[in-house]
């Protein structure tokens, strides 16, 4: 099952509010956490068995990948420090 969570700058106010992230019933496909440097965001792709990521917004593969317990990363936006935290609610 997975889970919910949002990423808050305090210091540009970027925000994405609700970015789901985890495994479902199957190992594959999964949702996880990336920070795309082409368009600057913080989102989640899905990831599948033997294929490349690529960011949810842009479909650019110029991610790094976050672990689903991060929770602080630099703002892609302003290169400040950012907080991700968990959100209520759960997918499957």
Known sequence: MGSF???KCKFCQ??????GVG???TEFPFLALYRCHH?????S????????PRC??????????LSDD????????CGEPGV??????SWE
């Open 23 to 25: 495994r479902g019933k």
């Open 14 to 19: 970027y925000e994405e509010p609700s970015i």
């Open 70 to 77: 991060t929770r602080r990363v630099n703002c892609p936006k």
């Open 45 to 52: 792709t899905w990831i599948y068995e033997n294929k490349i």
């Open 84 to 89: 991700i935290t968990v959100k209520e609610g």
């Open 56 to 65: 949810s917004q842009c479909y650019d593969d110029a991610l790094t990948m």
């Open 5 to 7: 969570v949002g990423f």
């Open 39 to 43: 368009c600057n965001t913080i989102g």
